[in-house]
C-alpha cells in the first residue's frame, strides 16, 4: 500500500517562501512520475510541477515557471517543492501525486498566501 504525507503548507505573505515536503512509502518509486497539483476553492485541480524519479526530469505549469521547483531525495523517499515569490493566486491545497500503474494520492496541504 502506497502511502503519500504532505507537509509544509502554511500562512505566508506574498512575496514568501514556503517549502513542501511529500514522504512516499509502500513500494519503491523508480518507475513513477511524482507530481505535485493544486486546488483552489472553486476551481478544478490543476498540475503544479512534475519530476521523474529516477533520471529527475521536471516539468512545470506555465503559472508557477520560474519560481517554484520540484526536487527528490531518492534515500529519503520524499518529493519537495520549494515556493519563491508566492502570490495571493497560489492559495490552494496542494497534493501530492505518484503515479505509475496506478495513480496515488496525498491528503493534501494547505497553503495561504495572503496580499
Known amino acids: 500500500q502506497v502511502h503519500l504525507v504532505e507537509s509544509g503548507g502554511g500562512l505566508v505573505q506574498a512575496g514568501g517562501s514556503l517549502r513542501l515536503s511529500c514522504a512516499a512509502s509502500?513500494?519503491?518509486?523508480?518507475?513513477?512520475?511524482m507530481a505535485w497539483f493544486r486546488q483552489a476553492p472553486g476551481k478544478e485541480r490543476e498540475f503544479v510541477a512534475r519530476?521523474?524519479?529516477?533520471?529527475?526530469?521536471?516539468s512545470y505549469a506555465d503559472s508557477v515557471e520560474g519560481r517554484f521547483t520540484i526536487s527528490r531525495d531518492k534515500a529519503k523517499n520524499t518529493v519537495y517543492l520549494q515556493m519563491n515569490s508566492l502570490k495571493p493566486e497560489d492559495t490552494a491545497v496542494y497534493y501530492c501525486?505518484?503515479?505509475?500503474?496506478?495513480?496515488?494520492w496525498g491528503q493534501g496541504t494547505q497553503v495561504t498566501v495572503s496580499s
Open positions: 501525486n505518484a503515479r505509475g500503474t496506478l495513480d496515488y
Open positions: 509502500g513500494r519503491t518509486f523508480s518507475s513513477y512520475n
Open positions: 519530476i521523474t524519479w529516477n533520471i529527475g526530469s521536471t
